[in-house]
T-cell receptor, first 114, second 110 residues
Framework: DTAVSQTPKYLVTQMGNDKSIKCEQN?????MYWYKQDSKKFLKIMFS???????INETVPNRFSPKSPDKAHLNLHINSLELGDSAVYFC?????????????FGPGTRLTVL | GQSLEQPSEVTAVEGAIVQINCTYQ??????LSWYQQHDGGAPTFLSY????GLEETGRFSSFLSRSDSYGYLLLQELQMKDSASYFC???????????FGTGTRLQVFP
């Protein structure tokens, strides 16, 4: 019973390509997130959706476009990939916002741009 | 804005006790959380301190002092499986973003 799942787990691609990462949660949570973890393991939020509505949009290049077709899914599309996009991307979900707000993370997608 | 600093690495032996500190500069947050991440794995929630003081969950305890802008995670009876990275995090009251600390890599030796 996977709580938060992501596909693919690994993604190797050439510079300039466009790729998508999919995320699904079966926890019934209202809020979903995308995080980027760089090579130094620094974890930073990129986007957050609450009930399909974008509520956090960090200073991320507009080559990155999240889409939430319903509150159980949050996908990330990346256009014109660059070397600096290489990182691990984590999807997460939580019930509501504020306070304790425990977040449940997916297994991550390791993106390598060559 | 928020920034949270942690030691980059801590080492200890099995059975020992280790404390991982988190100092922060913040303009307002809900509480301090801790997450564990094994190599190649996803961060998993460990604990949350909404109020000052100590919270205990089995071998792990977490502490928060807002007046000192400081918190820590205490791991007792260390086991090899505790070798992982540990992140403190705060939720910013104004933006609702979860801001993670710089992370501490814990290595437990036999």
């Amino acid at each position: 019973d996977t709580a938060v799942s992501q596909t693919p787990k690994y993604l190797v691609t050439q510079m300039g390509n466009d790729k998508s990462i999919k995320c699904e949660q079966n926890l019934g949570h209202d809020t979903m997130y995308w995080y980027k973890q760089d090579s130094k393991k620094f974890l930073k939020i990129m986007f957050s959706y609450n009930n399909k509505e974008l509520i956090i949009n960090e200073t991320v290049p507009n080559r990155f476009s999240p889409k939430s077709p319903d509150k159980a899914h949050l996908n990330l599309h990346i256009n014109s990939l660059e070397l600096g996009d290489s990182a691990v991307y984590f999807c997460a979900s939580s019930q509501g916002t504020g306070g304790r707000n425990e977040q449940f993370f997916g297994p991550g997608t390791r993106l390598t741009v060559l | 804005g928020q920034s949270l600093e942690q030691p980059s690495e801590v080492t200890a032996v099995e059975g020992a006790i280790v404390q991982i500190n988190c100092t922060y500069q913040t303009s307002g947050f809900y509480g301090l959380s801790w997450y564990q991440q094994h190599d190649g794995g996803a961060p998993t929630f460990l604990s949350y301190n909404g109020l000052d003081g100590l919270e205990e969950t089995g071998r792990f305890s977490s502490f928060l002092s807002r007046s000192d802008s400081y918190g820590y995670l205490l791991l007792q009876e260390l086991q090899m499986k505790d070798s992982a990275s540990y992140f403190c995090a705060v939720r910013d009251r104004s933006t609702d973003k979860l801001i993670f600390g710089t992370g501490t890599r814990l290595q437990v030796f036999p």
